[in-house]
Nanobody, 120 residues
Framework: QVHVVESGGGLVQPGRPLRLSCTAS????????MGWYRQALGKERELVAR???????NYADSVKGRFTISRGNAKTTVYLQAHSLKPDDTAVYYC??????????????WGQGTQVTVSS
């Protein structure tokens, strides 16, 4: 079983930065990709950023140039560095990890989410 835990959310003023952290743990053999999604109240969950094992990334157009996804020293940890936050960035941010477990089964796991509120 693979568990994913996010941290770092909270209340932040518009224009200020914020860093979210995510760690996957459990019976992990390899990770193909990790990513961040978000869901604002009344809206569908949307991709924010993804980081693949070969280092390639993709971002939602709405966050390009403001958000950066990166990997920690441990390949099971990713960060989302957000700059120039806007009220429209207010959402629950979810981390996801996908890969293969030690028993060869594939996995896709989601965290419980962390609330980010951008408001003055």
């Amino acid at each position: 079983q693979v568990h994913v835990v996010e941290s770092g959310g909270g209340l932040v003023q518009p224009g200020r930065p914020l860093r979210l952290s995510c760690t996957a743990s459990g019976s992990i053999f390899s990770i193909n990709d990790m990513g961040w999604y978000r869901q604002a109240l009344g809206k569908e969950r949307e991709l924010v950023a993804r980081l693949f094992s070969d280092g390639t990334t993709n971002y939602a157009d709405s966050v390009k140039g403001r958000f950066t996804i990166s990997r920690g020293n441990a390949k099971t940890t990713v960060y989302l560095q957000a700059h120039s936050l806007k009220p429209d960035d207010t959402a629950v941010y979810y981390c996801t990890a996908a890969g293969r477990q030690t028993d060869s089964r594939s996995f896709t796991s989601w965290g419980q989410g962390t609330q980010v509120t951008v408001s003055s």
